[in-house]
């Protein structure tokens, strides 16, 4: 029989970490899925179980030029998001976020798709207010090192909500916090994957400043669970809604934690803190619990476990 539920839902970005993910999650649910990618963080091999997949399929293209397909739903996730990426090239970095949210929101109000896009804990910048509440304004360097990506992905949210308001689009914005997993680079750069991979190599644990600034690390299963339920939430749910988990931790900390879980020993090096590195970060996720039920289950040392995993065998290939 049919399956009246299912949709064409779009995933930009799906070759990515959180978008390959995503494209599986979507599958499983029965959903068509096109996985669009231009493959600059993405990889193939993170699709390359979908590949068979009946209902699957990717198009290798830019999400700055327009995208003419006709979907149901779009997840907007196009965007490099570790800073060693996004600021390798980052006017193609502002350029994603806005022309990408220009390209995919007329995308979306051609086929009167729902658009939820993947905005991030960046927006609050180096945060006054702690944790992060969604009525938050954020305290971003408009001209630093990071504002390619903050500032693209603020602009991006401006354009989402004045859709919203001027052409009646149905949006999701979800603002993500550091989320990690299997499927991540070895060399995406982020502090989770860095230390991991350092740590079974046996190579010293780059710990860029002291090592006091902290973070909020979210499992890759939590994270697409509370996508997919903003996506189905009522239209009256716009967000931003935060996404994270909000238990937190000093970066020294996660150090030990990984050097302690893979037995390595791995020395710990201090590096220069990057310019206009946040002191802190942790998601208040009051709304997605009430509006979405939603609440992260995976705890840091159950998420690091399949990660390690998933990184030793990768590196013993
Ligand atoms: P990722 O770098 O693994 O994935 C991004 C994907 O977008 C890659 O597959 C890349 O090739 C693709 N891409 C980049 N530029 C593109 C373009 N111009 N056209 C088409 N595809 C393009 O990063 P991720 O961690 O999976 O992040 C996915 C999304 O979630 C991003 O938008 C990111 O900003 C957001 N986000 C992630 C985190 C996190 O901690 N992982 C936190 C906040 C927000
Ligand atoms: N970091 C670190 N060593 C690394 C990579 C990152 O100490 O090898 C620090 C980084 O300076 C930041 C934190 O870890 O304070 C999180 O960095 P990441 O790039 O993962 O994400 P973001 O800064 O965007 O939250």
Not at 49 to 78: K, Q, S
Not at 110 to 117: D, E, G, N, P, Y
Not at 220 to 249: C, H, Q, R, Y
Request: aromatic residues 8%; hydrophobic residues 35%; negative net charge.
């Amino acid at each position: 029989m049919a399956n009246l539920l299912k949709k064409k839902v779009l995933v930009t970005g799906g070759a990515g970490f959180i978008g390959s993910h995503l494209c599986e999650r979507l599958l499983g649910m029965g959903h068509e899925v096109l996985c669009v990618d231009n493959f600059f963080t993405g990889t193939r091999e993170n699709i390359v179980g979908l590949l068979e997949h009946p209902y699957f399929e990717v198009l290798r293209h830019d999400v700055t030029f327009p995208l003419y397909v006709e979907v149901d739903e779009i997840y907007n996730l196009a965007c490099p998001a570790s800073p060693v990426h996004y600021q390798f090239d980052p006017v193609q970095t502002t350029k994603v976020c806005v022309h990408g949210a220009i390209n995919m929101l007329g995308l979306a109000r051609r086929t009167k798709a729902k658009i939820l896009q993947a905005s991030t804990s960046e927006v609050y910048g180096d945060p006054e207010e702690h944790p992060q509440r969604e009525s938050y304004w954020g305290r971003v360097n408009p001209i630093g090192i990071r504002s390619c990506y903050d500032e693209g992905k603020r602009c991006a949210e401006t354009l989402f909500f004045d859709y919203h308001r001027q052409h009646k689009l149905q949006i999701k914005v979800a603002r993500i916090f550091n989320t990690y997993g299997p499927k991540m680079r070895p060399d995406d750069g982020r502090v989770v994957s860095n230390f991991i991979v350092q740590a079974i190599q046996g190579e010293p644990i780059t710990i860029y400043g002291d090592g006091s600034q902290t973070r909020a690390f979210c499992y890759v299963d939590d994270l697409v669970d509370g996508l997919i339920k903003l996506m189905e939430s009522p239209d009256t749910l716009t967000g931003p809604v935060n996404l994270g988990n909000p238990a937190e931790f000093t970066i020294k900390q996660l150090a030990e934690k990984v050097l302690s879980m893979t037995q390595s020993a791995s020395a710990i090096e201090f590096r220069p803190l990057p310019g206009d590195d946040p002191r802190q970060r942790r998601p208040d996720i009051t709304l997605a619990g009430e509006a979405l039920r939603w609440h992260p289950e995976v705890s840091l040392e159950q998420g690091l476990r399949p990660t390690v995993a998933y990184f030793r065998s990768l590196l013993a290939q």
